[in-house]
C-alpha cells in the first residue's frame, strides 16, 4: 500500500510560463492542479529575462514555488530562452539537496531535463518523464538546413532515448505519440496520459450574439511558426466560394508572422483575416467563444492542446490528418481531417461546414461530449499515481539525502554519464 501523505514534487521544465506553447502550458497546469490538491511542488525552469531571481530568489505564483535558472536568449527567437548545461546541472544540483524531493518530473531531454535526470538518478530519487517533443518543432528555431533535417531528427530522438532512459516510467499524451517513441527505440513501455484541460474554463464562457447576415468566423491559435501551416489556411480562405461570408482569426506570434501577413494580402484575404497576436488569457477565452470553427493545419501536434480548448468551448475542427489530431476529430460527427497540404480539400471541408448552421450545431455538441476525457482532474489523478507508485516501488534503493541544517554544507552528489 502507498501512503497518501502530502508528497514534495519537483517538475523540470525547459519551458514554462510567460512562454507561450502546448508544453509551457501543460507543466503549469500540471504544478498548479497538483498543488491545489495539497502537494508541495517545485519548477525549475530557465528565467524568462536576464535579471529575473536565480535559485534563491524564488517566486511563489498560483501555489506553486518557481525557481528560475539562468538563462540565455536565443539568437534564432527573440522570446525564447534557454539555460546552458554546465550551468544548469549545477544550478539543479543545488537546488535537489535544498528542496529534497519525493519524486523528479522532467517535461523534456533537453538541458533542464537532462540535468535533472542524471542528478536524481545519482541520488536515487524516483524520476518520471513526459514527452512533448517532436524534431519539427525546433527544426525552424535551430536553423537547421532541410537537407539535414532527417538525419538531425535520427541523432534527436536518439538523444531523447538516452535521457529518458533513466525514469522509471515515460509518458506521452496520446497513444500516437507513445507510438513515436517506440518507433524510435526509447527502449521502455511508455504510457499514454492526456494533458488534460479545465473544460469547464471553456464551456461557461458566453458568446456574443452574431448579428443575422454576419460572417462566419474560423480561427487558428498557435505559434505562427513552419510547422503549423497557417498558410494553408490562408490559401483555402482564398479559395471559399463568394456567396459565403468568412473571416479568420489568428491568434499567436512567431517567426512567420509577417511573412503570413504579406501572404494574406497577396492572395486578396487580408481584409477578412485578423492576426491578434499573443493575447491575454479572457481575450483567448472570447475568441473560441465567438468563432464558429476551429482549423488546425499544423503537422507536428503530439496532442494539441488548442483543439482540445476549442472542443471544450463546443466548436467542430478542421484539422489536417496528421500526427495526433486524428485522436481528437472523428471525421463527420465533430469536425473533418484534410491529407495535409492539400488546400482544396480544406477550403471544401471549410465551406461545407460553415455553409450548414445545423451541421455547425452538431458537430460543435459532438466535441463538447468528447472533450470530456480529456478532463484535468483524470490527468492529476493519473500522475499522482504515478508518482505514489514510482516511490513505493523504489523504496529500500533510494539513496536518501542526509538531514541539513540550513546553515551545515553538504558535499558534491555523485556523477553520472
Not at 517532436?134 to 531523447?160: G, I, Q, Y
Request: hydrophobic content about 45%; overall charge neutral; some cysteine.
Amino acid at each position: 500500500m502507498t501512503s497518501n501523505r502530502p508528497l514534495r514534487i519537483v517538475i523540470g521544465a525547459d519551458t514554462f510560463p510567460p512562454d507561450v506553447n502546448g508544453a509551457a502550458n501543460f507543466a503549469h497546469r500540471l504544478a498548479v492542479g497538483l498543488a491545489s490538491a495539497g502537494h508541495e511542488v517545485h519548477v525549475l525552469c530557465p528565467a524568462p529575462a536576464a535579471d529575473a531571481p536565480m535559485l534563491a530568489g524564488v517566486n511563489a505564483v498560483d501555489g506553486i514555488t518557481v525557481h528560475h535558472l539562468k538563462s540565455y536568449r536565443w539568437p534564432f527567437h527573440e522570446s525564447f530562452r534557454f539555460s546552458v548545461p554546465w550551468k544548469a546541472a549545477a544550478e539543479t544540483e543545488e537546488l535537489l539537496w535544498q528542496i529534497r524531493p519525493d519524486v523528479v518530473h522532467v517535461q523534456a531531454h533537453f538541458v533542464v531535463g537532462r540535468a535533472l535526470s542524471k542528478t536524481a538518478t545519482a541520488l536515487g530519487i524516483p524520476l518520471v518523464a513526459t514527452n512533448h517533443f517532436m524534431p519539427e518543432n525546433l527544426f525552424a528555431h535551430a536553423k537547421v538546413p532541410r537537407w539535414f533535417r532527417s538525419t538531425a531528427a535520427k541523432f534527436a530522438w536518439r538523444d531523447l532515448a538516452k535521457v529518458f532512459g533513466r525514469a522509471q516510467v515515460v509518458t506521452a499524451p496520446t497513444p500516437r505519440a507513445v507510438e513515436l517513441l517506440h518507433a524510435n527505440k526509447l527502449g521502455k513501455e511508455a504510457l499514454a496520459i492526456s494533458c488534460g484541460i479545465d473544460i469547464d474554463k471553456y464551456r461557461d464562457r458566453a458568446a456574443a450574439v452574431r448579428p443575422e447576415g454576419a460572417a462566419k468566423t474560423v480561427l487558428f491559435v498557435g505559434r505562427l511558426d513552419e510547422e503549423k501551416r497557417v498558410d494553408e489556411l490562408l490559401r483555402a480562405m482564398a479559395k471559399l466560394p463568394e456567396t459565403l461570408t468568412v473571416r479568420a482569426e489568428i491568434v499567436g506570434g512567431g517567426s512567420c508572422q509577417t511573412q503570413l501577413e504579406e501572404l494574406a494580402r497577396q492572395l486578396g484575404v487580408a481584409d477578412r483575416v485578423s492576426f491578434l497576436g499573443r493575447i491575454s488569457d479572457e481575450e483567448l477565452l472570447d475568441a473560441y467563444a465567438r468563432c464558429d470553427l476551429f482549423c488546425m493545419p499544423g503537422i507536428a501536434e503530439l496532442q494539441s492542446l488548442v483543439t482540445m480548448e476549442a472542443m471544450a468551448a463546443g466548436k467542430p475542427v478542421i484539422a489536417a490528418d496528421a500526427m495526433a489530431l486524428p485522436h481528437l476529430v472523428r471525421p463527420g460527427r465533430n469536425g473533418w481531417l484534410f491529407p495535409p497540404g492539400n488546400v482544396l480539400v480544406l477550403a471544401a471541408r471549410l465551406a461545407q461546414t460553415l455553409g450548414d448552421e445545423e451541421m455547425l450545431e452538431r458537430m460543435g455538441r459532438a466535441s463538447a461530449e468528447q472533450i470530456t476525457e480529456h478532463a484535468i482532474t483524470a490527468t492529476l489523478q493519473r500522475f499522482e499515481s504515478l508518482y505514489r507508485q514510482v516511490i513505493a516501488d523504489g523504496q529500500g534503493q533510494l539513496r536518501l539525502l542526509p538531514k541539513l541544517t540550513p546553515s551545515e554544507p553538504h558535499t558534491a552528489l555523485p556523477r553520472t554519464a
